[in-house]
């Protein structure tokens, strides 16, 4: 869905919530919205759903909770105000193209 600058965050040493954060950027509320729910699309073709869905209809900020993995969606905006990368910047980044801890 051409989502851009996704960061996977490695934060299971740092706390019980989650395994990994991945976090990613859409250019309209459209786009985000279409992002989400296109994340949901092909996690339930493998039978996995989320246990939790918050913003989907503002669009700005959605987030699906699937428990080892929370998937952040943002609009740029709101990505840059909140920081997650900064707020939880002790967190190893993972490179998910080649399968490691950066």
Known sequence: ?????QVVLDIHKLTVISDYFLIVSGRSTTHVKAISEHVMEELEAEGVYPLRREGQ???RWILLDYN??????????????YNLERLWGDAPVVDVRAGVQA
């Not at 080892?68 to 105000?81: I, K, N, S, T, W």
């Open 1 to 5: 869905m051409k989502g851009y600058d």
């Open 68 to 81: 080892h993995l929370v998937v952040h969606v943002f609009l740029d905006e709101e990505r840059a105000f």
């Open 57 to 59: 209809k503002e669009g």
